[in-house]
């Protein structure tokens, strides 16, 4: 059973409307805004282009592509995540928790990823089975951890390192303990150039002063919290 599930009521709340729940509000208006725009320099018109939504957790990134135009399909490993996306996407969304199913419906325009690859140990072989799903001309685009906020935060409520194994530890919720690879943009450049992907697009979306105005995050918000970054071939 996935841990993931033991977090979905924080990683599978939905939006309605204009409102943001506070759980996803840093991914929502710091990370988003800057994928978004990745998304958009490589593809200035999205209506009816496929898109993939690799981790896609309760679907709100989903809703939003599909709100962009494009044709969504979600996926998540989590049995509980992939059902609350079920219930928070329109019924034109095709949510899957199995890969092969994934890899029988066709490839792919776009494939994004929010917050999944750091969680993911063999990222290499991971990005193998995402590429295999794009089109020629397609892209990946996603958002991880920056290891400069992970490492001014260790040590907080929310970030640990244990000394004994070197493993870096996220704990949103009391005991629930999801341990982490704080990879660099050349880490995940040396991955995707090997595979001859070029890289169309890199950011470090900044925490602005709006939004510190209006939501309390329990860590320090010196350094962004992302990494954005995009591969294509
Ligand atoms: C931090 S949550 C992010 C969820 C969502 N992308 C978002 O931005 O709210 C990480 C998600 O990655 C999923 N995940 C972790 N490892 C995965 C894997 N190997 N394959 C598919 N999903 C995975 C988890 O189930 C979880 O939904």
């Known amino acids: 059973m996935s841990q993931w599930n033991k977090l979905t009521d924080i990683f599978g709340c939905n939006t309605h409307g204009d409102v943001i729940p506070e759980c996803a509000a840093d991914n929502i208006c710091i990370a988003w805004p800057s994928v978004i725009e990745g ?10 282009l496929n898109a993939l939504d690799f981790g896609c957790g309760g679907g709100l990134f989903c809703k939003k592509l599909y ?48 917050m999944v690859f750091q969680f993911i140990d063999d990222i290499s072989s991971t990005i193998d089975d995402i590429i295999s799903l794009l089109k020629p001309g397609g892209m990946v685009i996603y958002a991880v951890f920056n290891p ?13 390192k244990v000394p004994e194994n070197g493993k870096v530890y996220m ?23 090997k595979k001859n992907y070029k890289e169309v697009y890199i950011d470090y979306p900044k925490f602005t002063e709006e939004f510190l105005k209006k939501y309390n995050m329990p860590f320090s918000t010196k350094y962004s919290e992302y990494l954005i970054q995009a591969f294509w071939k």
């Open 39 to 48: 998304i958009k320099k490589q593809f200035p018109c999205q209506s009816g």
């Open 67 to 114: 709100k962009m135009g494009f044709n969504v399909t979600g996926y998540d490993n989590s049995e509980e995540l992939a059902k609350k996306a079920q219930e928070n996407t329109p019924t034109d969304v095709t949510i899957s928790g199995s890969l092969t199913e994934i890899e029988q419906m066709g490839k792919y325009d776009l494939i994004t990823s929010i």
């Open 148 to 160: 400069k906020f992970i490492r001014d935060n260790l040590n907080s409520d929310v970030f640990t």
């Open 171 to 193: 704990e949103l919720k009391k005991g629930i303990k999801i341990p982490f690879n704080n990879r660099k943009d050349s880490d995940y450049r040396y991955i995707f150039e």
